[in-house]
């Protein structure tokens, strides 16, 4: 049973730094490939970040590409998304999510996680 619990939202000023966290409550977290996503008011979700079970293998949106960072640590059960930089284009609610994990896939679409958390807030300021 994967369940996902993200925190670290907030407000921040333009500029500013926020790191989120999602924590999974499960026994075979190790096993799961991780995406961020996020959704801003008005528009569809949309694909952040995503990082391979293992942790060698990233992948990111243009649009966060060198300010944003994904990474894990299997041994908490937990995956991180440092965000600098950040814009107020980057307001959304941001989402984990997990699926099992294939060698050399790096995932990017909503269709292909099987779990979600419930999503935390990031605001920011101009």
């Known amino acids: 049973q994967v369940q996902l619990v993200e925190s670290g939202g907030g407000l921040v000023q333009a500029g500013g730094s926020l790191r989120l966290s999602c924590a999974d409550s499960?026994?075979?977290?190790?096993?799961?490939?991780m995406g961020w996503f996020r959704q801003a008011p008005g528009k569809e979700r949309e694909f952040v970040a995503h990082?391979?079970?293992?942790?060698?293998?990233?992948n990111y949106a243009d649009s966060v590409k060198g300010r944003f960072t994904i990474s894990r640590v299997n041994a908490k059960n937990t995956v991180y998304l440092q965000m600098n930089s950040l814009k107020p284009e980057d307001t959304a609610v941001y989402y984990c999510?997990?699926?099992?994990?294939?060698?050399?896939?790096?995932?990017?679409?909503?269709?292909?996680?099987?779990?979600w958390g419930q999503g935390t807030q990031v605001t920011v300021s101009s």
């Open positions: 999510a997990a699926r099992g994990d294939t060698w050399g896939v790096s995932f990017v679409l909503i269709d292909e996680y099987n779990y």
């Open positions: 499960g026994r075979t977290f190790s096993n799961y490939a």
């Open positions: 990082i391979s079970s293992g942790g060698s293998s990233t």
